[in-house]
Nanobody, 126 residues
Framework: QVQLVESGGGLVQAGGSLRLSCAASGRTFSSYAMGWFRQAPGKEREFVAAISWNGGTTYHADSVKGRFTISRDNAKNTVYLKMNSLNPEETSIYYC???????????????????WGQGTQVTVSS
């Protein structure tokens, strides 16, 4: 089992940047593929980005491609989400998620993930 704790959220102006972190504890972090999702009030949880166990494969939702970057540091048991050019519509709770990796897969649906953090709030003001 793995425990996930997100940090780095906060209030930022439109066009600004934030870097979210997700620290993992428990079993070997490099055994897990990781993902970031977000959920705005009254909306369904939405996929943002995913990364393979070794960081060699990444996938970003079309809505964030070119602005957000997922990365990981297995030595630090941490996955990151760098977010640039944020807009107010991206105000959400951001969650990281983990699942046991199979080869170099990345996973884009929430039901493919086994473990979730508690989320970190990102608020983008206009």
């Amino acid at each position: 089992q793995v425990q996930l704790v997100e940090s780095g959220g906060g209030l930022v102006q439109a066009g600004g940047s934030l870097r979210l972190s997700c620290a993992a504890s428990g079993r070997t972090f490099s055994s897990y593929a990781m993902g970031w999702f977000r959920q705005a009030p009254g909306k369904e949880r939405e996929f943002v980005a995913a990364i393979s166990w070794n960081g060699g494969t990444t996938y970003h939702a079309d809505s964030v491609k070119g602005r957000f970057t997922i990365s990981r540091d297995n030595a630090k048991n941490t996955v990151y989400l760098k977010m640039n050019s944020l807009n107010p519509e991206e105000t959400s709770i951001y969650y990281c998620a983990a699942r046991i990796a199979h080869y170099y897969g990345v996973y884009r649906t929430s039901n493919e993930y086994e473990y979730w953090g508690q989320g970190t709030q990102v608020t983008v003001s206009s």
